[in-house]
C-alpha cells in the first residue's frame, strides 16, 4: 500500500485520528529478468550474447546467491576473453542447481527469484524420500555436491 493509504487505514482506528506516524510500511521490489527465456547457461543474452547478466537480476534471492551468479559469470566472462573454456558447472552443485533454475529448469510462464535449497537438486540415487530420511538425504545431497564441485574446479585446470 502507498504511504497515504497506509495513513488512511490507521486512521479510521479510533483514537488515531489525529495521529502522525513517523514511520510506515515498505516493501522492497526485486527487479529480475524472465532469464529461462532471456539467458544461455553462461547467463548470456540469447539475442545478445556479448551482454551477461549475474546477480539479484538473474533471478536468484539472497547474498551469497546473488553473490555466486556474480563469480560464475565472472569466471565465464574471463575464460570467454581468454579464448578459454569452462565446462558447465554440474547441476549437483549449488552454483549448478541455480543456474539451471535460471537458465531453463524453471517455468518462464512462472519463473520467480529462488534462494538454493534441495528441492533444485536432482534427487540422490537409492535414498528414501520420506521425512525420517531427511538428514541422511540431504547429507547426501551435500557429499555429492562438494564432490562434483571440487571435480569441476580440477577440470579447470588445463
Known amino acids: 500500500m502507498k504511504y497515504g493509504a497506509q495513513t488512511e487505514v490507521f486512521k479510521i482506528i479510533p483514537g488515531l485520528q489525529e495521529?502522525?506516524?513517523?514511520?510506515?510500511?515498505?516493501?522492497?521490489?526485486?527487479?529480475?529478468?524472465?532469464?529461462?527465456?532471456l539467458l544461455d547457461a553462461q547467463m548470456r543474452l540469447k539475442s545478445r550474447p556479448n551482454?551477461?547478466?549475474?546477480?539479484?537480476?538473474?533471478?536468484?534471492?539472497?547474498?551469497?546467491?546473488?553473490?555466486?551468479?556474480?563469480?560464475?559469470?565472472g569466471r565465464y566472462a574471463a575464460a570467454e576473453i581468454l579464448g578459454l573454456t569452462i565446462d558447465p558447472i554440474p547441476q549437483d552443485t549449488a552454483m549448478g542447481a541455480?543456474?539451471?533454475?535460471?537458465?531453463?529448469?524453471?517455468?518462464a510462464k512462472t519463473f520467480q527469484p529462488m534462494n538454493v535449497n534441495f528441492g533444485l537438486f536432482q534427487p540422490v540415487?537409492?535414498?528414501k524420500n520420506g521425512r525420517r530420511g531427511r538428514k541422511d538425504r540431504y547429507k547426501a545431497y551435500t557429499d555429492r555436491a562438494k564432490s562434483a564441485f571440487v571435480a569441476w574446479v580440477e577440470s579447470q585446470k588445463r
Open 125 to 127: 540415487e537409492g535414498l
Open 19 to 37: 495521529a502522525s506516524f513517523a514511520r510506515l510500511g515498505g516493501i522492497h521490489r526485486n527487479t529480475f529478468i524472465n532469464s529461462p527465456t
Open 98 to 107: 541455480l543456474v539451471h533454475h535460471i537458465t531453463g529448469g524453471a517455468d
Open 51 to 73: 551482454i551477461r547478466f549475474a546477480g539479484q537480476i538473474t533471478g536468484v534471492e539472497g547474498y551469497v546467491e546473488s553473490a555466486s551468479m556474480g563469480l560464475l559469470a
